[in-house]
């Protein structure tokens, strides 16, 4: 069974600065998928970023990035020019890579608060 | 406009009632799934179906059912053996592509409150 720690429950950053969201996971599998997805107060899940396991290049969607480490099982998002609209819940989550349709497994979530 | 819906928005219920949420898609999508997110839980599977009139338990299954009749429903029952349902239940829908990756779209949610 795969597993996804969230170690950050509350995190807050001044708006225009950086901030990294931290996220841990375990798993025997070879190939699969990592995700942060953000649900703002409208809770809407909202997917920010996929990064695929077998790529060395870590993914980027401007001005979020991902810190993926394959071997230590890390998969850290930075936020750049933090903005009032990023106050929301994050979620790390993992998928399998499988033919078909494989559900998500999520982290507990980061609730991150911009202040302006 | 394509997308899920979900409904009610809000629910209440009395203890020992059973309680259908309703989820449908227009995205024509094969996969369907149901999360429950609790506060400081995150969110967690209870029932997906890849195909019609097919589908799977998930980590917390017990005290829930589901029906996968048509294509584009995938109702989840709340029945009275469910010890705590107070919780904000998400569906999602995925497509079957010849790839591995399916994103999943997810719904807005149904709030469900025991009274």
């Known amino acids: 069974a795969q597993t996804v720690t969230q170690s950050q429950p509350e995190m807050s950053v001044q708006e225009a600065e950086t901030v990294t969201l931290s996220c841990t996971y375990d798993t025997s599998e070879s190939n699969y998928y990592l995700f942060w997805y953000k649900q703002p107060p409208s809770r809407q899940m909202i997917l920010v970023i996929r990064?695929?396991?077998?790529?060395?290049q870590n993914a980027t969607e401007n001005r979020f990035s991902v810190n993926f480490q394959k071997a230590a099982k890390s998969f850290s998002l930075k936020i750049s020019d933090s903005q009032l609209g990023d106050t929301a819940m994050y979620f790390c989550?993992?998928?399998?890579?499988?033919?078909?349709?494989?559900?998500?497994?999520f982290g507990k979530g980061t609730r991150l608060s911009v202040i302006a | 406009d394509g997308g899920i819906t979900q409904s009610p928005k809000y629910l209440f219920r009395k203890e020992g009632q059973n309680v259908t949420l309703s989820c449908e898609q227009n995205l024509n999508h094969d996969a369907m799934y149901w999360y429950r997110q609790d506060p400081g839980q995150g969110l967690r599977l209870i029932y997906y179906?890849?195909?019609?009139?097919?589908?799977q338990k998930g980590d917390i299954a017990e005290g829930y059912s589901v029906s996968r009749e048509k294509k584009e429903s995938f109702p989840l029952t709340v029945t009275s053996a469910q010890k705590n349902p107070t919780a904000f239940y998400l569906c999602a829908s995925s497509p079957l592509t010849g790839g591995f990756y399916n994103e999943q779209f997810f719904g807005p949610g149904t709030r469900l409150t025991v009274l």
């Open positions: 179906s890849q195909i019609v009139n097919d589908f």
């Open positions: 989550a993992f998928m399998k890579q499988e033919s078909g349709n494989t559900p998500l497994v």
């Open positions: 990064q695929e396991a077998y790529k060395q």
